[in-house]
């Protein structure tokens, strides 16, 4: 999910239980948001913010590590530590396994394996979860507006909405894959509509785009679209860029070349995500004359 999402997710269920444990509300709520600091490491450019990204902050044994360090930390100060330890370290796995759930996945094991993990159940953008999440967060604030805690009942029963939307999301996507045709590689969730998937399955020297509805198995918006990357697989191996954008997904290729008088344009896209018409790690790549790589935009 996105930071926001997940920050107003912390509250609904941290905050309910603020009169009663303090410490370990506080904790959850900034552990529900603290693994995506892993942002800040777009400062030092855009391929390290693809190379650190949902990468260490989200892996379960770094965070026993972080939780471990906290109790010891707040021990120390006189705090209780195991409050602050157990909120931390079970807001920041709540986040973590919602990132799982999503499409670009998460090292959940690093630093022992740098392998990213993701079930493609729920888009990181979606609107049931968020609409049900304002709403819950409307009823918390207008509690505390009013000087009071607010239920622990809206917690509970925002829980048990969570569940069942993940059970039934995850039921959609393994009757979606079911459904789809043969050789698809790929079903990300849409961010609206439950039931629909947008699926991708490798052809000849093309892939065969299509929007799924996992109610009926009807495609549509059907295409096929050419990939040229077998033409430039000698340039494609030694561009960073390139190559870190592979590596999160098997279906990221070039799908145009533009040429003209001075030089020619490869533009780069990952074709399993289509929603919104996203141009996440689209990267450009222009080529001189000569064929040699002259600048590299890469678009994150």
């Known amino acids: 999910m996105d930071i926001v999402t997940h920050g107003m997710m912390g509250v609904v269920i941290a905050a309910p239980f603020a009169a009663d444990y303090p410490e370990a509300s506080m904790a959850f709520m900034l552990g529900s948001v603290a693994p995506d600091l892993d942002a800040v490491s777009r400062i030092a450019g855009r391929r390290s913010f693809l190379k650190c990204h949902q990468t260490y902050t989200h892996a379960l044994p770094v965070i026993v590590g972080i939780g471990a360090f906290a109790y010891v930390v707040s021990t120390l100060l006189g705090l209780p530590g195991l409050q602050l330890a157990l ?14 759930s999503n499409t670009y996945g998460t090292t959940l094991l690093a630093p022992f394996s740098n392998r990213r993990f993701c079930r493609e159940w729920v888009f990181f953008i979606d609107l049931p979860v968020i609409v049900v999440t304002v709403a819950a967060l409307a009823v918390v604030s207008q509690a505390l507006h ?4 607010p239920s622990v009942t809206v917690a509970y029963a925002y829980g048990a909405f969570l569940v069942v939307y993940w059970m039934v999301r995850i039921s959609l996507r393994r009757r979606a894959a079911r459904l789809a045709p043969a050789g698809t590689v790929s079903l990300l969730p849409t961010a609206v509509v439950p ?3 947008i699926g991708a399955r490798p052809l000849d020297g093309e892939v065969h785009l299509f929007d799924l509805s996992a ?5 549509s918006r059907e295409r096929l679209q050419k990939i040229h990357d077998s033409s430039y697989a000698s340039l494609l191996e030694v561009i960073p860029e390139y190559q870190a954008m592979r590596a999160l997904s098997p279906l990221y290729h070039v799908v145009e070349v533009r040429e003209d008088e001075s030089n020619v344009t490869l533009t780069c896209r990952d074709l399993r995500t289509r929603n919104f018409g996203t141009r996440f790690g689209e990267l450009l790549v222009t080529l001189g004359k000569s064929g040699a790589v002259e600048r590299v935009v890469l678009n994150v």
């Open 87 to 100: 909120g931390l370290a079970v807001g920041m796995t709540f986040h973590s396994l919602l990132d799982y």
């Open 146 to 149: 009013r000087a009071a805690m």
């Open 195 to 197: 039931w629909k998937f």
């Open 215 to 219: 109610l009926d198995g009807r495609l």
